[in-house]
């Protein structure tokens, strides 16, 4: 029996990870998958029953779990807490406690949302990239942190970026092996040209690359990385860099699919134990009202059954389940353009949920 533990969060997270959860059940009650499914408080909801956005007993059930499902934390009604009390700090103080380094953020345009792309067609058209961000270090994690005040009485803030080789390898070779099962070619971000600590991300990922004659790899600084995206997106296959860089890039990467609510992500660490949400936040304006997009979530339990369940099989027919619901024309919001009309975050749902169980053509 495979334990995964569910933490909804805040704002739209319930109502996705409500889809998610049902599309979980249906593998279990009618492919036999093994699992057991448990509730946690995490984000804003937990700090309005517990006083802390990461209970101990959250904490526990995560690092108990084979895999964790995530809504997403955070909205206006805790904006103004301190820093450490915060919906996101439970994010990184999760992510720091599970270990999970490698966070996986895979961008696909889906061919039956080719329109809902701010880009033109033939430059976003068959994207497939895979941007693995490094999650448990860097600018996000660094000691010193703060604000002081100097001498003569002015606030400065400060932030550390530092990265350790064995950091920056572990990334590295996770990077090259998804290459491996993908286009084999590896381009590391950085900003060699003037941050130390990338100076040596990049003198690192070139060792890494030596043991991986088979896959291609390239290195470019973060500046450029960013116009190339948007400029031409498809010469990219693994994209691997920093916390930081990783966070800015995989949202761009993201618009370039059309909506940042189809996009799933996996959080790794050593041992496949992961961490899976949608790359989307809690969208507070939206909550609670039936029409966020659930496919992320849903696709982010496709990725929890591939790489932390080990069930390929059953990853790959929940993939094609959404890809059917969308050549039906079904769209939430976000992804519709003006010639469909809007389904609810339940009726996407619902509607991956038959296609799960229309038998296979
Ligand atoms: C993300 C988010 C988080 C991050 C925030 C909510 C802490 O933007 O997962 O990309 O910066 O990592
Ligand atoms: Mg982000």
């Known amino acids: 029996m495979r334990h995964v533990a ?11 990870v409500a889809e998610a959860v049902r599309v979980l059940e249906c593998l279990r009650d009618e492919y036999a998958l093994a699992v057991e499914i448990e ?21 526990q059930l995560a690092t108990s779990a084979q895999a ?16 450490v009390v915060r919906p996101e700090k439970a994010l990184l103080g999760l992510r720091s406690a599970l270990g999970v380094f490698a966070n996986l953020r895979p961008a696909i345009l889906y061919p039956q949302l080719a329109g809902a792309s701010t880009l033109r067609a033939e430059v976003v058209s068959g994207l497939d990239l895979m941007i693995v961000r490094e999650l448990t270090g860097g600018i ?3 000691e010193p942190r703060g604000v002081r005040t100097l001498e003569n009485g002015e606030r400065q803030g400060f932030n550390t970026l530092v990265y350790t080789e064995s950091e920056i390898e572990r990334v ?18 950085d900003k060699a040209n003037v941050l130390e600590s990338t100076e040596l991300w990049r003198e690192v990922v070139m060792k890494v690359a030596c043991r991986y004659p088979d896959v291609a790899v390239s290195h470019m600084y973060v500046d450029n990385a960013a116009m190339q995206l948007v400029r031409a997106p498809k010469q ?12 800015i890039l995989s949202d761009e990467a993201a618009m370039l699919t059309g909506s940042i609510g ?7 660490n050593e041992t496949d134990r992961g961490l899976y949400e949608p790359i989307h936040g809690s969208a507070p304006d939206i909550a609670g009202k039936n029409i966020a ?13 591939r790489y932390s369940l080990h069930e390929p099989t059953l990853a790959t027919r929940v993939e094609a389940a959404v890809s059917t619901v969308l050549d039906t024309g079904l769209r939430t919001a976000d992804i519709a353009e003006t010639s469909h009309a809007c389904c609810s975050t339940r009726a996407m749902g619902d509607a991956v949920i038959a296609a799960l169980r229309a038998p296979l053509s």
């Open 236 to 247: 990219f296959d693994v994209i691997v860099t920093t916390n930081m860089f990783g966070d």
């Open 6 to 16: 569910v933490l909804p969060g805040d704002g739209i997270g319930p109502e996705v």
């Open 68 to 83: 964790v499902l995530l809504g997403a934390v955070g909205g206006p009604r805790w904006e103004s807490l301190p820093i």
């Open 172 to 189: 590295a070779v996770r990077a090259f092996e998804i290459a491996r099962a993908r286009a084999r070619r590896v381009c590391s971000v």
């Open 39 to 59: 509730y946690g408080l995490v984000g804003g909801a937990a700090y309005d029953v517990h006083g802390h956005p990461l209970p101990e007993a959250t904490l």
């Open 140 to 142: 996000y994690f660094g």
């Open 262 to 268: 189809m996009l799933p992500s996996a959080s790794l």
């Open 293 to 305: 997009n659930p496919l992320a979530t849903i696709l982010s339990v496709a990725m929890m059954l």
